[in-house]
């Protein structure tokens, strides 16, 4: 019994989808291979920038981080990271009060 065509399109939608995914990763991997390789240290360490938004989603999910400042950090660090545009800035009674944490 043969299998539709629906299914047999579905199926090919997918394998275009993961390809595309596995492209996109190895684009970023380069990226990072290439800046540990020329020694480029202009910008933050993405890794570091992964653990501050880890740390910033378990602060939010406990509930000792207001929505907007969640909000406003959470754009600052994609923005940083290459993924965003950059945030407006908060009112001065809203900024978020420095911690080295």
Known sequence: MASSPQSYQKRQR?????????????IRHGRSAEK?????EDGPDED???EEFR???????????????FEFRKAEIFHQMGLGEKPEPLEEEEAPAEADA
Do not use: P, S, T, Y
Request: proline residues 0%.
């Open 14 to 26: 997918e394998l275009r989808k993961k390809e595309r995914k596995a492209e996109k990763q190895a």
């Open 36 to 40: 540990k390789e020329a020694g480029d």
């Open 48 to 50: 570091a920038l992964l």
């Open 55 to 69: 740390i910033l989603n378990e602060q939010n999910a406990e509930g000792q981080v207001e929505a907007k400042i």
